[in-house]
Protein backbone atom coordinates (compact mmCIF):
# COMPACT_ATOMS: atom_id res chain seq x y z
CA UNK A 1 0.00 0.00 0.00
CA UNK A 2 1.39 2.88 -0.95
CA UNK A 3 0.31 5.67 2.08
CA UNK A 4 -3.34 7.04 2.53
CA UNK A 5 -2.63 11.06 1.71
CA UNK A 6 -5.52 12.43 2.36
CA UNK A 7 -9.12 12.41 4.55
CA UNK A 8 -12.20 14.03 3.19
CA UNK A 9 -15.49 14.57 4.36
CA UNK A 10 -18.59 14.23 2.02
CA UNK A 11 -22.20 14.45 3.86
CA UNK A 12 -21.71 11.57 5.86
CA UNK A 13 -18.90 10.03 4.25
CA UNK A 14 -15.56 10.00 5.18
CA UNK A 15 -13.01 9.18 2.00
CA UNK A 16 -9.78 7.63 2.79
CA UNK A 17 -7.59 8.14 -0.29
CA UNK A 18 -4.74 6.13 -1.73
CA UNK A 19 -2.15 6.06 -4.31
CA UNK A 20 -1.95 2.54 -4.94
CA UNK A 21 -3.44 -0.66 -2.59
CA UNK A 22 -3.86 -4.39 -3.06
CA UNK A 23 -7.65 -3.67 -3.23
CA UNK A 24 -9.89 -0.63 -1.44
CA UNK A 25 -12.48 -3.22 -0.57
CA UNK A 26 -9.91 -5.24 1.82
CA UNK A 27 -8.44 -1.39 3.16
CA UNK A 28 -12.21 -0.66 3.84
CA UNK A 29 -12.90 -4.11 5.61
CA UNK A 30 -11.51 -2.26 8.49
CA UNK A 31 -13.67 0.76 8.76
CA UNK A 32 -16.94 1.90 10.19
CA UNK A 33 -19.73 2.68 8.59
CA UNK A 34 -19.60 5.58 6.34
CA UNK A 35 -16.36 5.48 5.37
CA UNK A 36 -14.80 4.71 2.01
CA UNK A 37 -11.62 4.32 0.29
CA UNK A 38 -10.49 5.64 -3.26
CA UNK A 39 -7.12 4.58 -4.58
CA UNK A 40 -5.76 5.73 -7.86
CA UNK A 41 -4.76 2.10 -8.87
CA UNK A 42 -5.17 -1.10 -7.47
CA UNK A 43 -2.23 -4.25 -8.02
CA UNK A 44 -5.04 -7.04 -6.84
CA UNK A 45 -8.66 -5.38 -7.59
CA UNK A 46 -11.10 -8.16 -7.13
CA UNK A 47 -14.07 -9.20 -9.29
CA UNK A 48 -17.07 -11.00 -8.71
CA UNK A 49 -16.47 -15.06 -8.72
CA UNK A 50 -12.74 -14.20 -8.03
CA UNK A 51 -11.84 -12.66 -11.37
CA UNK A 52 -9.23 -10.21 -10.90
CA UNK A 53 -10.50 -6.77 -12.04
CA UNK A 54 -7.93 -4.60 -13.75
CA UNK A 55 -7.47 -1.49 -12.15
CA UNK A 56 -5.04 1.21 -14.00
CA UNK A 57 -4.63 4.91 -13.11
CA UNK A 58 -7.67 6.68 -14.40
CA UNK A 59 -9.95 4.52 -13.72
CA UNK A 60 -12.57 4.68 -10.57
CA UNK A 61 -11.73 2.57 -7.59
CA UNK A 62 -14.02 2.99 -4.88
CA UNK A 63 -15.29 1.37 -1.77
CA UNK A 64 -17.89 2.21 0.60
CA UNK A 65 -19.06 0.51 4.02
CA UNK A 66 -22.60 0.83 4.90
CA UNK A 67 -24.72 -0.30 7.74
CA UNK A 68 -26.98 -3.34 7.13
CA UNK A 69 -28.92 -3.76 10.40
CA UNK A 70 -31.32 -6.13 11.45
CA UNK A 71 -33.26 -9.27 9.70
CA UNK A 72 -30.83 -10.02 6.94
CA UNK A 73 -33.18 -10.31 4.30
CA UNK A 74 -34.02 -6.82 4.73
CA UNK A 75 -30.81 -6.33 3.12
CA UNK A 76 -30.59 -8.87 0.52
CA UNK A 77 -31.22 -7.06 -2.74
CA UNK A 78 -28.52 -4.38 -1.90
CA UNK A 79 -26.29 -5.54 -4.23
CA UNK A 80 -29.14 -4.86 -7.26
CA UNK A 81 -29.55 -1.52 -5.73
CA UNK A 82 -26.30 -0.35 -5.54
CA UNK A 83 -25.97 -0.91 -9.47
CA UNK A 84 -28.95 1.01 -9.78
CA UNK A 85 -27.56 3.58 -7.54
CA UNK A 86 -24.51 3.57 -9.96
CA UNK A 87 -25.89 3.41 -13.00
CA UNK A 88 -28.09 6.57 -12.34
CA UNK A 89 -25.01 8.56 -12.10
CA UNK A 90 -23.59 6.86 -15.24
CA UNK A 91 -27.41 8.35 -16.82
CA UNK A 92 -27.48 11.68 -15.29
CA UNK A 93 -23.73 11.97 -16.94
CA UNK A 94 -25.95 11.47 -20.57
CA UNK A 95 -25.10 8.09 -21.17
CA UNK A 96 -28.79 6.96 -22.00
CA UNK A 97 -27.98 4.06 -23.44
CA UNK A 98 -26.26 2.65 -20.48
CA UNK A 99 -28.31 -0.19 -18.63
CA UNK A 100 -27.39 -3.46 -16.36
CA UNK A 101 -26.68 -6.40 -16.66
CA UNK A 102 -27.64 -9.15 -14.24
CA UNK A 103 -26.71 -8.47 -10.79
CA UNK A 104 -25.12 -5.36 -11.50
CA UNK A 105 -22.94 -4.74 -14.14
CA UNK A 106 -23.06 -1.59 -15.87
CA UNK A 107 -23.33 -1.68 -19.57
CA UNK A 108 -23.14 0.32 -22.63
CA UNK A 109 -24.55 -1.33 -25.31
CA UNK A 110 -22.77 -4.87 -25.04
CA UNK A 111 -19.52 -3.64 -23.58
CA UNK A 112 -18.94 -3.26 -19.22
CA UNK A 113 -17.97 0.00 -18.18
CA UNK A 114 -18.37 -0.22 -14.64
CA UNK A 115 -18.58 -3.44 -12.03
CA UNK A 116 -19.37 -3.79 -8.26
CA UNK A 117 -18.46 -5.84 -5.86
CA UNK A 118 -20.48 -6.60 -2.77
CA UNK A 119 -18.65 -7.90 0.09
CA UNK A 120 -19.85 -9.06 4.15
CA UNK A 121 -16.93 -8.98 6.28
CA UNK A 122 -18.69 -8.43 9.56
CA UNK A 123 -22.42 -9.05 10.86
CA UNK A 124 -23.92 -5.45 10.27
CA UNK A 125 -21.93 -4.01 7.56
CA UNK A 126 -21.36 -3.97 4.09
CA UNK A 127 -18.39 -3.32 1.73
CA UNK A 128 -19.89 -1.80 -1.57
CA UNK A 129 -16.58 -1.63 -3.98
CA UNK A 130 -17.18 0.01 -7.39
CA UNK A 131 -15.33 -0.36 -10.44
CA UNK A 132 -16.20 2.45 -13.13
CA UNK A 133 -13.54 2.70 -16.43
CA UNK A 134 -13.00 6.47 -16.90
CA UNK A 135 -10.30 7.17 -19.10
CA UNK A 136 -8.00 4.24 -18.29
CA UNK A 137 -7.44 1.72 -20.86
CA UNK A 138 -7.72 -1.97 -18.93
CA UNK A 139 -7.63 -4.01 -22.22
CA UNK A 140 -3.99 -2.33 -23.11
CA UNK A 141 -3.38 -4.06 -19.73
CA UNK A 142 -5.43 -7.13 -20.66
CA UNK A 143 -5.70 -7.71 -24.70
CA UNK A 144 -8.84 -10.34 -24.14
CA UNK A 145 -10.91 -7.18 -22.82
CA UNK A 146 -10.55 -5.33 -26.19
CA UNK A 147 -14.47 -5.20 -28.01
CA UNK A 148 -15.73 -6.00 -24.19
CA UNK A 149 -15.51 -3.31 -21.85
CA UNK A 150 -15.96 0.98 -22.74
CA UNK A 151 -15.04 3.69 -20.83
CA UNK A 152 -16.61 7.21 -19.61
CA UNK A 153 -14.53 9.33 -22.03
CA UNK A 154 -15.45 6.91 -25.03
CA UNK A 155 -19.22 8.27 -24.28
CA UNK A 156 -18.82 11.93 -22.97
CA UNK A 157 -16.69 14.67 -23.35
CA UNK A 158 -16.04 16.33 -21.01
CA UNK A 159 -15.77 13.90 -18.40
CA UNK A 160 -16.14 14.88 -14.94
CA UNK A 161 -12.79 14.66 -12.77
CA UNK A 162 -12.49 11.61 -10.41
CA UNK A 163 -13.25 13.97 -7.37
CA UNK A 164 -16.81 15.27 -8.66
CA UNK A 165 -17.63 11.30 -9.92
CA UNK A 166 -16.75 10.14 -6.03
CA UNK A 167 -19.06 12.64 -4.44
CA UNK A 168 -22.22 12.04 -7.16
CA UNK A 169 -21.62 8.11 -6.42
CA UNK A 170 -21.23 8.67 -2.23
CA UNK A 171 -25.06 10.79 -2.25
CA UNK A 172 -26.54 7.97 -4.61
CA UNK A 173 -25.41 5.61 -2.81
CA UNK A 174 -26.51 7.15 0.63
CA UNK A 175 -29.86 8.04 -0.93
CA UNK A 176 -30.43 4.71 -2.10
CA UNK A 177 -29.52 3.21 1.37
CA UNK A 178 -32.30 5.46 3.27
CA UNK A 179 -34.55 4.29 0.69
CA UNK A 180 -33.85 0.69 1.64
CA UNK A 181 -33.66 1.32 5.26
CA UNK A 182 -37.01 2.98 5.72
CA UNK A 183 -39.27 1.34 2.69
CA UNK A 184 -37.47 -2.07 2.04
CA UNK A 185 -36.40 -3.08 -1.00
CA UNK A 186 -39.82 -3.10 -2.51
CA UNK A 187 -39.72 1.05 -3.13
CA UNK A 188 -36.66 0.22 -5.61
CA UNK A 189 -38.19 -2.66 -7.50
CA UNK A 190 -39.93 -0.74 -10.39
CA UNK A 191 -37.36 1.20 -10.98
CA UNK A 192 -34.50 -1.36 -11.14
CA UNK A 193 -36.87 -3.27 -13.35
CA UNK A 194 -36.50 0.01 -16.11
CA UNK A 195 -33.29 -0.71 -15.88
CA UNK A 196 -32.30 -3.86 -17.50
CA UNK A 197 -33.01 -3.97 -21.54
CA UNK A 198 -36.02 -6.68 -20.64
CA UNK A 199 -37.22 -9.27 -22.06
CA UNK A 200 -33.74 -10.51 -23.03
CA UNK A 201 -32.84 -14.08 -23.76
CA UNK A 202 -30.35 -15.31 -21.29
CA UNK A 203 -28.69 -18.81 -19.59
CA UNK A 204 -28.30 -19.11 -15.89
CA UNK A 205 -25.84 -21.43 -14.80
CA UNK A 206 -26.64 -23.38 -11.93
CA UNK A 207 -24.89 -25.81 -9.87
CA UNK A 208 -25.98 -29.11 -11.77
CA UNK A 209 -27.65 -27.17 -14.98
CA UNK A 210 -28.38 -24.63 -17.02
CA UNK A 211 -31.70 -22.79 -17.63
CA UNK A 212 -32.38 -20.71 -20.86
CA UNK A 213 -35.14 -18.54 -21.25
CA UNK A 214 -36.31 -15.07 -21.04
CA UNK A 215 -35.20 -12.89 -18.33
CA UNK A 216 -38.40 -10.71 -17.28
CA UNK A 217 -36.51 -8.61 -13.99
CA UNK A 218 -36.17 -8.97 -10.58
CA UNK A 219 -39.05 -9.73 -8.05
CA UNK A 220 -39.52 -8.46 -4.31
CA UNK A 221 -37.29 -11.04 -2.96
CA UNK A 222 -34.86 -9.75 -5.58
CA UNK A 223 -35.07 -13.39 -7.29
CA UNK A 224 -34.51 -13.35 -10.88
CA UNK A 225 -37.94 -14.12 -13.11
CA UNK A 226 -37.11 -15.94 -16.33
CA UNK A 227 -39.82 -17.37 -18.29
CA UNK A 228 -39.48 -21.02 -20.05
CA UNK A 229 -39.52 -21.12 -24.08
CA UNK A 230 -42.90 -23.28 -22.64
CA UNK A 231 -44.11 -20.16 -20.87
CA UNK A 232 -43.59 -20.65 -17.73
CA UNK A 233 -42.33 -18.73 -15.12
CA UNK A 234 -39.77 -19.65 -12.58
CA UNK A 235 -38.06 -17.31 -10.00
CA UNK A 236 -34.59 -18.12 -9.05
CA UNK A 237 -32.40 -17.30 -6.40
CA UNK A 238 -29.17 -15.48 -6.76
CA UNK A 239 -27.26 -17.60 -5.06
CA UNK A 240 -27.91 -20.51 -6.86
CA UNK A 241 -26.67 -18.43 -10.01
CA UNK A 242 -23.21 -19.74 -10.70
CA UNK A 243 -22.71 -17.52 -14.15
CA UNK A 244 -25.60 -15.53 -15.68
CA UNK A 245 -24.94 -15.32 -19.43
CA UNK A 246 -26.91 -13.15 -22.36
CA UNK A 247 -27.67 -15.04 -25.24
C1 LIG B 1 -17.11 -7.19 -11.20
O1 LIG B 1 -17.80 -6.72 -12.11
O2 LIG B 1 -16.64 -8.34 -11.31
C2 LIG B 1 -16.88 -6.39 -9.96
C3 LIG B 1 -15.71 -5.45 -10.08
C4 LIG B 1 -15.50 -4.62 -8.83
C5 LIG B 1 -14.23 -3.81 -8.88
C6 LIG B 1 -14.13 -2.86 -7.72
S1 LIG B 1 -12.83 -1.69 -7.90
C7 LIG B 1 -13.04 -1.17 -6.26
C8 LIG B 1 -13.28 -2.41 -5.43
N1 LIG B 1 -12.04 -3.05 -5.05
C9 LIG B 1 -11.89 -4.25 -5.59
O3 LIG B 1 -10.90 -5.00 -5.42
N2 LIG B 1 -12.94 -4.55 -6.36
C10 LIG B 1 -13.92 -3.47 -6.35
Redesign the pocket.
Known sequence: MKGCFRINTIGEWCVHRYDRVG????IARSLPPWHAVRADS?T??????G?L?V?DYGGL???MVVPVEGARHHWKALPLAAGWAILDVIKCLGIREARLRWPN?IMVNDR?LA???VEQFHDNLVVV???INVFNRPDMINHSLTQKITRLSDHINPVPCLDELTVMILKNLENVHRQMKTDGFSALLNVINTAWSIPRRVALELDRETQEGLFLGIDNQGDLLIENDAGYQYAYSPHRVKLFREV
Open positions: STNDQSGRGRQRWSWLSDKGILGVG
